[in-house]
């Protein structure tokens, strides 16, 4: 539900300092990861798809060939409190939308492209969190 996926996002987005510079994701192009889950949030920057095989990576998430790990991911997710609700359903989404860029040879531009549609997937299926919930968090996080 959308408390697991507030809590996947912010937990993957701990790895977007140490895949700022690799990118050249500046802070003008995203402040902050859960910025993602803006109504108004523009998937244009390629360097948001090399900060996110970069964040992916970090984490063990994609094969050799940068597409999804399946199991990684869903352990990844899992791992999560009650991760369990979503793994499965977030690996499919994020699969089918894969199977959409597949032609996209630009590794970056690709999982750009992929991210969008999985953030548009998370909203039609009732998975996405609120700025409200993001926000939230992440103040209580810092503080
Ligand atoms: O083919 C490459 C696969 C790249 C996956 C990109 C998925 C979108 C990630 C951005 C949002 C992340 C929120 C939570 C992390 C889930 C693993």
Excluded: Y
């Excluded at 359903?89 to 970056?108: A, N, P, R, T, Y």
Aim: net charge negative; aromatic share 10%; proline share 1%.
């Amino acid at each position: 539900d959308v408390n697991v996926m507030k809590d996947v996002t912010l937990g993957f987005g701990q790895a977007l300092d140490k895949c700022r510079q690799e990118s050249d994701l500046t802070e003008e192009k995203m402040e902050e990861f859960f910025h993602f889950w803006r109504d108004d949030f523009k998937f244009e920057h390629r360097e948001l798809g090399c900060a996110i095989q970069c964040m992916s990576r970090h984490f063990n998430l994609l094969t050799d060939s940068s597409r999804m790990h399946h199991d990684n991911t869903e352990q990844f997710i899992q791992a999560f409190p009650n991760g369990e609700v979503l793994a499965r359903q977030m690996v499919s989404l994020i699969h089918g939308c894969e199977k959409q860029f597949d032609h996209e040879e630009d590794h970056c531009w690709r999982i750009l492209h992929v991210a969008e549609c999985f953030k548009q997937a998370c909203v039609q299926h009732g998975v996405a969190p609120t700025m409200e919930m993001m926000m939230t968090e992440f103040i209580m996080e810092a503080e």
